[in-house]
């Protein structure tokens, strides 16, 4: 009835078999099937249709409260699930959003070396190696889906950028991207930014505020960082992603979003649940599809790819010539481990363009962390601990301050500029 509704003409068929003859039979825009068959379950059919029609999207229907169903649906490769009793508004949303899919958006990835936003960010996601070609290949594949994903990599890789170009990729690009670094909110106002509050909740509550997962309403919510989130807004987080819906605070009734999560830390979430540092429950429902950025130093003749493509990002922005890279400098740069990955690259050129003469960039120009091999290029390298301490430092000088970066910089023993600086390049503002 509901989808007659939306003027959508729909099959109706009672089991596996009958799915099965008619999704060989014709091409349809979306299979909605019950966990329970007669002849099977929903899963039977998600599998199978993962090589027999593999261009349509399969939601499934799960029993209320069912959460090892849905995961298990997403991970053999659901389009995405909805719970009984079904929400109608929910269901319009999900059927609204499978049908934008197109079948030739399932193909692979994109074939050029570029694929980014025009946000000055492009350079992560360029590059011609193997291990780049794999990541697109992913980004192709889960856009399709609703599935929560998890993007893993050491600082500096681009897991934001990876994030973006998922969303870009599939039905929701039309609407709301929103990123936020869960290690940059102060615990006190969590809740309220990422559910929202109204007017008169709590002292300085002086207006209605949707929060991130409202204001990401038919898009992606980014959590970045999620690892940095504490044990009770895990709790809080777990519940909307199964229940797809957010009490704000100050309201004694929930409701529903229709908003994508993707994650990404640079730390070991698994390692952090046997520490006990992070739900078990909440690391399979946001990991249900991991995808991995691999770090600069495993990426085959991509430097100097880079390299081009910064210095001519640099030249633009400052409106001066190109500078270019000698010979020795390239090797030098070709032969580095780069621990802090992408952005470690982009720092040394920006050094390397100030001090170079003549827009030629030499050996000397190109200042290079002593001792960067391989033995000292893991996930937890000196660098990421550092940005940690010195994150962990800043947020805590604002929360002191009321957030008044004036009074933060004198409290750190830094100038406003530089703590202006600081909080712009961790991610912070």
Known sequence: MTLQRMD???????????????????????????????????????????????????????????????????????????????????????VATAIKLKPAEAASAPATDEAAPADGTETVLLGKSAAMQRVRDLIAKVARSQAPVHITGESGTGKELVARLIHEAGPRKDQPFVPVNCGAIPNELMESEFFGHKKGSFTGAVSDKLGLFRSAEGGTLFLD???DLPLHMQVKLLRVIQEKAVRPVGMSQEEPVDTRVVSATHKNLAALVTQGDFREDLYYRINVIELPVPPLRDRDGDVSLLATHILERLATENELPQATLSDDARAQLEAYQFPGNVRELENILERAVTLCTNDVIQAEDI???????????????????????????????????????????????MSFRALRYRVKKLGLD
């Open 8 to 94: 959508i003409d729909a099959r109706t068929v009672g089991n596996l078999a009958d799915a099965r003859r008619q999704l060989k039979a014709r091409s349809f825009q979306l299979c909605l099937t019950d966990m329970r068959l007669p002849d099977g379950d929903g899963l039977e059919l998600v599998e199978w249709m993962q090589s027999n029609a593999q261009h349509v999207p399969v939601a499934v229907i799960t029993a209320h409260g069912n959460v090892e169903a849905a995961v298990r649906a997403l991970k053999v490769g659901a389009f995405d699930f909805v719970s009984k009793p079904v929400d109608l508004q929910l269901l319009r949303r999900l």
């Open 225 to 227: 960082e999620v690892a």
């Open 367 to 413: 200042q290079l962390r002593p001792g960067a091999t391989e033995a000292d290029t893991g996930t937890t390298t000196l660098e990421v601990k550092l940005e940690d301490m010195e994150r962990e430092a800043i947020i805590r000088a604002l929360e002191q301050t009321g957030n008044n970066k004036t009074a933060a910089a004198k409290l750190l023993g």
